[in-house]
């Protein structure tokens, strides 16, 4: 069976979400309310950030010298990148964050031959326009990284998913591996989910190294 690994990206190959860095910073109103929603399942992810980036009224180029400055990438992510390639897995970021910081992070790196399935973003006066579009090429403003995972099962993959929030819970019960870490890991023992807990990403390396793949 041939092996995808989907990778979460804020809190996962960052240290930190770069999406709350970005709305701490630039945020015109209570974002964090919002957050609050969310978390209590009030409102979805895609609602979440669709109207806390529309109180973000920077341009594009202020908040891409901010992230160059802020996002930190933890240990070991070449080393995972390397090691997916060794094997011939295929490796592929689906993340709700923004692709305009993703894509700009992962250059400042070196790395601009993997695939990023993240929210599309348009500036303009009335903040920034955040769009989920699925694998169906339709709008959603929820289980976005859900569907992707449903799509590689059904093209056949073995998926092993590493994640820390709690947007990667649904989706990485989906999966056959999960790595986890934050509240996805919380998640996973309070309900006696099977995973491999990580710090860097050097430790899922290691994890990989131990699956009957």
């Known amino acids: 069976m041939k092996t995808l690994f989907q990778c979460d ?4 190959i960052t240290q930190e979400d770069v999406s709350f860095l970005i709305l701490d910073a630039f945020a015109n ?3 964090r309310q919002l957050l609050t929603q969310y978390r209590e399942g ?26 160059k400055s802020k996002a930190k990438i933890r240990a ?9 390639h060794r094997k011939g897995f295929k490796f592929v970021i689906v993340s709700n964050g923004l692709d305009f910081y993703i894509e700009t992070i992962l250059r400042d790196i ?38 992707h995972v449903s799509l ?20 990485s019960r989906q999966a056959h591996h999960i790595f986890a870490t934050g509240e ?11 995973c491999m807990p990580f710090i860097d990403l050097n430790d899922i390396v290691e994890g990989l190294e131990s699956l009957p793949l």
């Open 152 to 171: 590689f099962r059904e093209r056949g993959y073995r998926v092993i998913y590493a994640g820390n929030g709690i947007s990667d819970i649904s989706p």
């Open 29 to 31: 109103g209570n974002w």
């Open 110 to 147: 070196g790395i601009d031959n993997i695939k990023v399935f993240a929210a599309q973003t348009r500036f303009g006066p009335d903040g920034i326009d955040v769009r989920y579009i699925g694998p169906e090429g339709n709008q959603l403003m929820d289980s976005f990284k859900e569907a």
């Open 42 to 67: 009030k409102i979805s992810v895609g609602l979440f950030n669709t109207k806390a980036f529309a109180m973000v009224k920077a341009d594009k180029p202020t908040l891409l010298q901010f992230v």
């Open 9 to 12: 990206f804020d809190g996962t």
């Open 76 to 84: 070991g992510f070449h080393q995972l990148l390397a090691y997916c």
């Open 184 to 194: 996805l890991l919380t998640y996973c023992k309070e309900m006696n989910l099977n």
